[in-house]
């Protein structure tokens, strides 16, 4: 019961206080020993009935009365007894000088964590509007309150939309009864109103002011002790929160990711904490379906072709069901220049983005496209930092209850993309202790690398998250899994060498380096695995072997290049632009680091471009602390 | 009522008339102050009980009777009075001679657009079965009567077929009560039969000559006032008419068009015009989705691909949908002998094709196949009247509400093909009326062939309506976003100019024309836009712009070359045929008309089928009125 | 009812047997004539009230009783009888000495047949659950008895996992009510137990006993006579109950084919022929949908990318769904080392494997790898029985009523792959018979081919069967459908050699055979039909009827040639061999056998790699009975 003073000034001056109910009180807004104001409104030989409110109304039994009463006469009572069936008895109260005090109704919340044990009851719930679905029966609004979301179904006509004044960020006061439907809750509405000017400013605020709180992501000492770590931590904290209230909010969320070892290590654990705060949080259980999505990139980069195909589908969700347009999240991806024309395309609509990334980074070209950027070359850290490690990391701060499943996922991330970071110890240690030699960790890159390949770009739910050990697959089984995927992918990098091997060019250029180039169109099997991002790579790494440090590696196709370097400081962004600028009609672009990259060009220009190429090659400067062995992006 | 006299001959003589309710007959079939013919069934203490037909019955009370009766006798009676509850009272007529006229039940039928009064009411429909879909609980027939198309859901047993005898095309009675189902109304149906004979011809007969008025296409005047285009009006006023039957007839349609520029702006109007109007016709909710979808073909012309995939759909709705064979729609598209084997691969199916198009047209090879063609071509007149201006004013043809919303759509088409017809002052005043500067036109259509590219063959249709802010979009947000697409699409056209045009080469043809030869293999990049069509054409562009004309460019990758000519007139099908006779084994092939087109050869004769071109290229007739503004297909 | 004697010692020594109810009983368990122990619960002027079990009571008429009776007195009665309500009235019975026996509920169960004549009742089926698939209302337990599967709906919470420890595999007793669920029955749930122990393995030894009793297949005679078909007839009929055996157990079945001619008449009648099987034995109607598919692979091989796939799929669905793994069925493909990674993939998880092919086989490549291999190379016969004609027979033992669809379909398998077995002639006639002469039969063999290359890697169901003839067109529409698909087809394969043929280049070999080369990626138009495997068997085939035996044809790409010969033995597997120790670099892998194969090289080396084989086939032997007349994979 909240009361509104309404003559304030006299309420403190010794006048008693008779209360008012307002026309929209019922039953419960009433307190035993309290005086309201009442009206007759009926007399019978047994006394008089009067009004409390629209709905409050009751006797005044002829014993208890005095004098003589008219309908319509105000008379001040106190609640004697409410029977059974709900009849109420007041009598009267003697008093005669009173400031009156309104007494608006008790709209008392119910939050949506109580709904279970209101079933069938009539509830009020107040929140944000986060989705508005209409159906062929009725409209689903989808409202967020400090708890939760639940559906609440306003039904006007079939298929016609009940309310169609209440938008998606509307605040509304909902009074309904809920009930189960198909696994979840919704509420059934019996009355929907959109809360306007104060009332709603206070209300958002409350809302919000929850909502912030409950974003917060769970305080969780990270997995091992890393200072190098600790200095993207509250960046990752930021993300965790910023991805915390998206789920709050009722966003969708789209996460496409590098699909490699490391973006899946990255990408799958956010994932699934995603997946469970969401089951936390909606009362629908279709939402984890709905609001998240994992999607591999077809390149290393953000590429229109997959840019427009999201926005499409964000849009159509959008007229169809009424949702969202979502948040992006880029995994172990979309940190560089390339990404900027598809960020660009989604910054015309409502659509926040965030990367974590651990690729060379060009903060100039997509700071201000990002709502978040989290990556270790930000903070002069470097590769070694892996996506993966960082996404385990994010996935507890979600959703700490994972820790467990986790906690071998950040030594295979480390593995796949090669990190020699001082952490990888304590990593594979950590693996250890859950039976993972590094022998069988090797083995879950290599396979999910493999798998990754075959998959194509198909996200391979399960059978990732089998490779990945994320399911309650027993172990015997899982190992024997990993370690034939993962020969079976060795064999065919095997093949691939023995037929590239022969038709490696070698040169050694004037800065000592030694060059290799392989026509990977030509000398090695197109189509399948390896790759020829990874092709290159496997013979650089074998060449480094052999010959020590340093080894400059090309692999070339008719319009591109792959380029590794292990102790040469090559520059390839520096690189590229010179070759765009000095080969008319070469058609260069390109991009990378020091010591990994691609390159770009028309195919008539292959031979010049890799001349002008391999010349500036010779004159860079040999840095043997450099080393390549972040992989090549294919 | 319906009155059949069974006694014709005597019923004009003076004898008085006595009707004969037949069996069937209710309450409803009675009038009162007329005799009706009724039989004693019951004879009690205050009266007798009488007959009139199956469901009719009442008491003739005592007080009112003379003599004595029997069970069985026949009495006149009239109506006296119904009772709230129904009970009938009737008195006796004083009447001898008399002729019988039989009183058939009266099925007065409530049309399709009167069930929403009719709810939970017996009511009975006659109509046309488009569609018999077997669900898991009910069959569904879909009725076609003069005002729309119902589903009728019959219950035999679940998953059971009823009425198995009921087929696509029967006339049928359906007597049922009409009921809401999500967001639909259906009737559910209590008896089905199907009409024979003169029945079912007269019902046929009734229900095809007010599906032919409503058929009738809205007669709104052009959008601005052109003789061209008058000549073309009434062709599509017979395929708006031919769409408008096929709603009607509860036939889906099936729209393949041109991935480019106009094609869009031809295809999407008609999608939403025809979205409407079924929406309209049919009481299902869900029929727009079902009955209408667009998508980009795959090439210039209807491949057998495309034909393919199309059948197998078609053939799986009807087999699990129970629904007829679509329509298919060619837009901007479709004209050509090209098309031919696509075509004759659905002739041997029902499966009508309407093509409306503005490329040059093949007459002879497509006109047995399509049921209808819009093409300007086959009035004297030429591409610059464009299909997505045809289109516009089919869609207005068919769904007049869409004018205001379309009215900026023909102007952006036109530029999208770069038509110089004389309309387009008009058009782009009309665009201007509703706020687009041609720039801002410009851009939406760069944006569209943009967009559409990226797209591939994914319909997009949230994106597309975005881009032609065909939805309630802000103003400043549809500017941007498009201008934003359209500088983005310029500046990839730059990039891949500015590889191509170094290796441009050159040459003076004997006939004084420039001719230009790009490598779009070697010297473009690939899989990227824009595609080696509108490089060409880019290419084209800048030299007409550079030299004036007469200029040939020739594009050519390893098997194909794209030509465009201003100023030589080149007849390309004819050299196209010249080619295939005169090199043996170059299995060349192609099309296109005066200026404009593509080839087709194998690769190892590339260079001798190229040669062979330009020779016969040295010789065309110069003619500069000729311009190959329209773009090429890619 | 069963008795389980609780005196057993005392039981035959001359005592009366007096039954005793368990508290469980109901009156079904009673037989009238029996004495039972009661227990008397009340008393009335009447008489006295006996309780028999928890549920069974009734009166015994004072008029038949003797003596006086207290509440608690132990009495023994027998049935007197049941009125129409279920009143059951008892007599005493005069019985002194007596030893008990127990009488336990007859939990008697109700087959799944017999569920449509029990709906409404409740019933026990004792089955092995088959699927356990959580809904967003009730729990679906799938339940397979001797007489085939029924899905059983308990319900806990919506949503919630009803009898969390009951998985597939389970022998469980069900007790429900059957009922209409959406065209199917499915038992309500009223309880649902496991069984352990003893009874678990009794239950299931029956059970497996009854299902493969139902499993064998149906002894049916071949349609023709022909003892080469005799020798793999047990095969089939293994892999016949393997199948049927399979849909018992309610495991879905995956079929891959190769996407040819003898391919689909392979796959068709075989999946036809499994989903009517499924239809009999489930009682969901959905489950047909649910338990087959049929996709054609995209290699005449398995390869890792549909072996991923498929892995992926059936990852999910067993999430999702809870289905079973699924078996893997090959049709047409499969036999060789080629499939061995592909199938070593599947091998980590529960996935039976049966190939039947009349590929050459490698039988110790994928013998430990299958479950069944059907292969007439197998048992001394060749390529000459087709996989279609064996699948045919296959389909026929799975479900007899098929035969007259499919008589017509061998006939058309051996013309697809120009088998030249003596029983040709025999299928041939049988065809005839139903109206189909040898040019219908080639024409239906052409247009699979030409389907099947337009409709890419879609199944396209509907569009197959119409071409098959095993829909219920009319038969001129069929015979116009396919001479126009064939005659499309042949004209595309006569301009592809008018292309080809005078690139071919002629030499004729040391052993006397003609070789003819063509370079198909340079002469021949790509990405259309005909592919090159075709193409290189079509120019082979003209140039045996132009110059007669010996003649061998190699059609070459960038890195792949493939291979024919007629009248030389080149042994082909050893040939591969022996190219990829010779040519270090060249990549070379391969397969096929005598006189039909392809290989697979380095782009660079193809000169050399070619060269060598050349070389080879100067040497190979002269072998006039060897006929590469089955078709090259292309």
Redesign the interface.
Known sequence: MTRDSAGEPGADDGDSVVYDLAPECTADDIEQGLPYLAEINGIVDYGVFVDLSDSVSGLVHESVLEGTYAVGDELVVELESIRENGDMAFEPVDIDEYVTEEVSHDYSLTGTHRLESNLGEQIHVEGEVTQVKQ???PTIFHVTDENGVVPCAAFE????RAYPTIEVGDIVRVTGMPE?????IQIEVDGLSKLDGEDADEARERLDSALEARAEPHDVAPLIDWPAFEKLRPNLEEVAKLLRRTVLDGRPIRVRHHADGDGMCAAVPVQIALERFIADVHED??APRHLIKRLPAKAPFYE??D???D??FA??D??KHGQQLPLLLMLDNGSTAEDV?AY??LA?YDIPIVAIDHHHPDPEAVGDLLDAHVNPYLHDEDYRITTGMLCVELARMIYPDLTEELRHIPAVAGLSDRSKADAMDDYVELAAEKGYDENRLQDVSEALDY?AF???Y?S????IQ?LLHLDDDEEA?HR??VS??AD?AREEVD??L??????LEHETLDNGAHLYRI?V??????FT?PAPGKTTGEIHDRKIEETGDPVITVGYGP?FAVLRSDGVRLDIPTMVSELEAEI????V?GGGHLVVGSI?F????REEVIDALVEKMAEADIDEALSSAAPIDD
Do not use: C, I
Not at 180 to 184: A, F, I, K, N
Not at 584 to 587: R, S
């Open positions: 159906t062929g029966g006509e079939a298929g016609v189960h439907r198909e696994g979840s259980e279709n229109m072709e840019a427009t195909r926005l499409n849009l159509e959008r007229e024309p660009e395309t015309h798998a075959w998959l194509r198909n391979g739910d399960q059978l089998d089984r024997d899994l034939f995927f079976r093949e691939q023995d037929a590239a091997m022969p038709h026509d169109e030509n000398y090695a099997h197109r695995y319009d008319a009609g070469g058609g672009s770009k028309v195919t008539g220009k």
